[in-house]
C-alpha cells in the first residue's frame, strides 16, 4: 500500500514537478499535503463521490425526540453531511427483529409537520446538520419514540478519509486510485506552476476519473409524494395541496 508521502511524489512527477529521482523538500511535501487534504475534503461533501453506506443502530428513549449526532454526541460517529436512509426496528429485544425503512424528511417537510411532540412509533427523521462549535447534527424522529425497546437505524455515507501524516499507508477503494493521482496532480500543478494551465491529458484524465467514479456511485434520488404523516398541515392523506406545499415550501 503506498503511504501518503509516495501518493504525493507520484502526483508532482504527473504533474511534471518533480523529476524521477528527485524528492520534495518538506515544506513542499506539506504545501501538497493540505492540497490532498483539501481535496479530501471537498469530495466528503459530494453525494456521487461516496463509496460506501455505513448501517449505524441507536436505541431510542421513550419520550425523547432529538438525538445529537457527531463525534461525542448521542450517536458517537462522524458527523455526517446528510442521511440518505433511515429505518425503525420496532422491537430489538427479539432474536430476529424486522426493521422497516422510514422516510428522511426535507425541510420542507418537516416544517409542514404541526404536531412535533406526537408520540408513537417513528415513521420518518428530521436531520438537522447545521455546523456549529460542538461539531454535532441533531436527528429529530417523528413521532416521538413511545417505547424504549424501539431503534433507530441510520445509513450514513462513508467519505474517503486518511492522509492525515505523509506516512501513513492508505488502501484505496476500487477505482479511488486513479481519480486520486490525476486530480491532485492538476491540483499541484495550479499550486506550484503560478499563472500557467495544467497540460490538456492531465485535466482530461483528472476529468474522466472523477466521472467514472461519480457514475459508479450514483444513486438514483427517490422522490416521495406521501402527504400521510400524522400531523401534516393540511391533514392527514396524501392530498395535492399537501403535496404542493411539501414540494414548494409554500
Not at 458527523?79 to 426496528?89: D, E, S
Not at 490525476?182 to 494551465?197: H, M, P, S, V
Request: hydrophobic share 40%; with cysteine.
Amino acid at each position: 500500500m503506498p503511504t501518503t508521502r509516495d501518493v504525493i511524489a507520484r502526483a508532482a512527477r504527473a504533474a511534471g514537478i518533480l523529476a524521477s529521482g528527485e524528492t520534495l523538500g518538506a515544506a513542499e511535501e506539506q504545501d501538497c499535503l493540505a492540497i490532498l487534504q483539501r481535496f479530501r475534503n471537498s469530495l466528503g461533501v459530494q453525494r456521487d463521490t461516496i463509496y460506501e453506506e455505513r448501517r449505524v443502530t441507536q436505541g431510542l428513549t421513550s419520550g425523547t425526540r432529538d438525538y445529537t449526532i457527531g463525534t461525542g454526541g448521542t450517536i458517537n460517529v462522524a458527523r455526517p453531511t446528510w442521511i440518505p436512509r433511515a429505518g425503525i426496528v420496532l422491537d430489538d429485544t427479539v432474536t430476529d427483529p424486522i426493521e422497516s425503512e422510514i422516510e428522511v424528511l426535507t425541510p420542507q417537510r418537516w416544517a409542514l409537520v404541526s404536531m412535533k411532540t406526537l408520540d408513537g412509533l417513528p415513521a420518518a427523521i428530521f436531520y438537522d446538520h447545521a455546523f456549529s462549535s460542538a461539531q454535532l447534527g441533531t436527528i429529530s424522529c417523528y413521532p416521538t419514540p413511545d417505547d424504549s425497546d424501539q431503534q433507530l437505524v441510520l445509513y450514513l455515507p462513508m467519505a474517503v478519509t486518511g492522509f492525515e501524516v505523509l506516512t501513513t499507508n492508505y488502501l484505496f477503494p476500487p477505482g479511488y486510485e486513479d481519480m486520486y493521482h490525476y486530480n491532485l496532480a492538476e491540483r499541484i500543478f495550479g499550486e506550484f506552476e503560478t499563472g500557467k494551465t495544467a497540460p490538456a491529458w492531465l485535466m482530461d484524465k483528472a476529468a474522466l476519473t472523477l466521472a467514472d467514479i461519480k457514475s459508479a456511485n450514483h444513486r438514483p434520488v427517490e422522490l416521495r409524494l406521501d402527504g400521510s404523516l400524522p400531523g401534516v398541515s393540511g391533514g392527514q392523506g396524501s392530498s395535492s395541496a399537501a403535496i404542493e406545499r411539501a414540494l414548494t415550501g409554500v
